[in-house]
């Protein structure tokens, strides 16, 4: 039997950062991963997580982590692929390691990944995200400090790991005309600011604490803002805007869902995809094409440039009698009558 803890601090401590130089926010979304297994995995075998040996992660403890994800913590199937991606990861680190897994690992990596639905992306129109972006107090700091994350937010179409990890040397501070953002799979991207963005940027600056935090958001304690602490700045403004603009209430709005107003908005605005691609920052446009499927001028216009068939109903009559009654002739006749 093979101790688990070893093989797992290496991979997560050695292999991912510096072997394969995966993103921070990679590590802690394998390292929450492998917490969710353990602590399932403790439970079922009576054991201490640091008591876990290799063998005992089987493909049918992992098949039952994997259905406990969905059906009692309420996962997704995205996230359920998710959890089984850095499990696959974590035993395709193992093959070269510790041989005596390499049956183990090829009964896991035969585990499928589940289709998930490709729904619509959720976005706000423009009095609703005019309503969102006024609803901060701009006579507060925390006001200044929440009304220049919602406009960077959108301005910008930024992912909430971009945005609170977003440090002070990636803004131009003396002309605040742009904005560098390091994307997912360290793709980087400079944006210009609009006017009210950078107005809005620009008055955080003068109002924001001294702080020791490279960050340029920081939240009442003067370190870094966390995901959590302006998903929770997001859900109360929400709430204020929902005053003025009653229909953003029965709208799921998310940090995600402000990126996807960025493209939506961009899209109408532009008419091109491939300049959505860039500003976003997308690998391919394949990632793109969803605000497509969400746009309705889109389909709109197809339509009117379609010309639809002018078809007249009657019933078909025979050019001449003799082929008429060749055409009666060909029936078959019913013998019964």
Known sequence: MTALAPYLSSFLREHLPKERRASQHTCEAYAQS???????????????????????????????????????????????????????????????????????????????????????????????????????????????????MLHLAFAAGMRVSELVGLRLDQIDRQTMSSVHIMGKGRRERVLPLWKETAAAVKAWLKARPVSGAPELFCNARAQAMTRSGFEYILSKHVATAARRAPSIAGKGVSPHVLRHTCAMHTLQATRDVRKVSLWLGHASLQSTEVYLRADPTEKLEALAAMTPPMLSPGRFRAPDKLLAMLSAAGRKRNYAE
């Open 34 to 148: 492998f917490q969710l297994l353990l602590q399932f995995a403790a439970g079922r075998l009576k054991l201490k997580p640091s008591k876990i040996e290799i063998e005992r992660l089987d493909a049918p403890l992992i098949l039952a982590f994997l259905e406990h994800l969905e059906k009692q913590r309420g996962n997704s199937a995205r996230t359920r692929n998710a959890r089984l991606a850095a499990i696959n990861s974590f035993f395709r680190y193992l093959e070269y390691r510790v041989p005596s897994s390499l049956d183990q690992s090829r009964r896991i990596h035969a585990i499928p990944m589940k289709k998930t639905d490709q729904a619509l992306v959720g976005y706000l129109t423009r009095d609703e995200l005019q309503a969102l972006l006024d609803a901060p107090d701009a006579s507060t700091p925390s006001g200044i400090r929440d009304r220049a």
